[in-house]
């Protein structure tokens, strides 16, 4: 696997999540990517998408071919870039990993599609911030598998076809809606994917915990899945912290009360809330009655990034119900007000209609 750039969107996160700030992005990477499984039996979950996926392998192996171009979407950490990884494992090609934000100049996008070999699988993250130039070289890349370089100016100007070997894009995106219609219609197979449910995430922290090489009880396990949003990054993130804990303050092993300690210990309540999450809703709450507010006011009033939180808190607090989203903007449901343990008056007002 070669990484071509590094991905800013990644550090921002880091540093604004509580539960890694502590951490260096380089240990970090490293970490996740010493756990990344390497084949459809090792990557938990997603059963649909990797039954679609072994087909058309399958296919593509059979009629010698190079396969679909392929875009993936859903929020970060669920195992885009890993999914990636092992479809060009399967196919015994190489995986060159790249994002858009790096992709600013002509030439950027251009070096990287010659550079490719046939059967090379290129990686491409948050596809949606690529910029028209860079999508327009792509078109005929991705369709025919050549290039358009035009070279001299004006009338002296000339139109090079040259041609490249056959390749597999793979898009990563947080924001499929993004995607320009003409880039997202080149892509042969588009998945979504879905949060893990929490016995796919017990099991994958099992099997962090093993190749951490750290004992868990199955009730430790259970205590972090439930606390992991969802998502495969922050379950080995836990993980991580907890095992830390667990090492220098207990007995070296994760049990349901080492990990209930530790979590309490990071700030991270029983649904999985960190401190930012808490921080937005309040912030609604305490600030704006309720909601609903518009996502610019809250990413100001709090200081936050707005791609973080609407790439990182959003899409969890919506699907378990604590946040609405409205066409007047964010609005926190009757459940995040009990969560948060306040009285939700303006929801009683207008049951007693006054
Ligand atoms: P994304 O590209 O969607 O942001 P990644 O592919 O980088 O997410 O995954 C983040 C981390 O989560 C990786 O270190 C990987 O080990 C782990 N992970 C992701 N998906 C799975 C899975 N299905 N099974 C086990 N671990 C996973």
Redesign the pocket.
């Known amino acids: 696997m070669t990484i071509i750039s590094d991905d800013n969107t990644f550090k921002k996160n880091i540093q604004k999540n509580p539960v890694i700030k502590s951490e260096s992005i380089e240990y970090d990477k490293t970490?996740?990517?010493s756990?990344?499984?390497k084949s459809f039996d090792?990557?938990?979950?997603?059963s649909e998408l990797k039954e679609t996926l072994k087909v058309s392998i399958e296919a593509s192996k059979k009629r010698g071919s190079s396969l679909d171009h392929m875009l993936?979407y859903?929020?970060?950490?669920?195992?885009?870039?890993?999914?990636?990884?092992v479809v060009a494992e399967q196919m015994g090609a190489e995986l060159k990993i790249t994002s858009a934000p790096s992709l600013e100049r002509p030439r950027d996008i251009i070096g990287i599609l010659m550079s490719l070999k046939g059967g090379e699988i290129l990686f491409i993250?948050e596809i949606h911030r690529l910029n028209k130039v860079a999508e327009e070289i792509l078109y005929p890349a991705m369709e025919d598998f050549y290039l358009d370089m035009s070279t001299g100016k004006s009338q002296t100007a000339k139109t090079m076809h040259i041609p490249l070997p056959k390749f597999t894009l793979i898009g990563?995106t947080t924001k499929a809606g993004e995607l320009s219609g003409p880039l997202r219609d080149r892509f042969g197979i588009i998945h979504r994917?879905q949060f893990?449910t929490f016995e796919?995430l017990s099991q994958?922290v099992k099997?962090?915990a093993s190749i951490l090489d750290i004992k868990i009880t199955d009730e430790g396990a259970n205590v972090i899945a439930k606390c992991s949003r969802g998502?495969?990054?922050i379950?080995?993130r836990l993980v991580k912290r907890v095992s830390d804990f667990a090492i220098v303050k207990y007995e070296g092993e994760i049990t349901e009360e080492v990990a209930k300690e530790s979590l309490k210990a990071l700030k991270i309540d029983e649904y999985g809330l960190d401190s930012t999450d808490r921080a937005l809703l309040n912030m609604i709450v305490e600030k704006y009655d309720g909601g609903p507010v518009g996502i610019n006011t809250l990413a100001a009033a709090l200081g936050e990034d707005i791609r973080t939180l609407e790439d990182v808190c959003e899409p969890y607090l919506l699907q378990i119900g604590l946040l609405q989203r409205t066409p007047q903007g964010r609005k926190v449901s009757p459940q995040g007000y009990r969560h948060l343990g306040i009285k939700n008056f303006s929801s009683q007002q207008s049951l007693f209609g006054d």
């Open positions: 970490f996740e990517n756990i990344r499984p090792s990557y938990i979950g997603q993936f859903g929020p970060p950490g669920l195992g885009k870039t890993t999914l990636a990884g993250d990563a994917l893990y796919e994958v099997r962090t998502t495969p990054r379950a080995n």
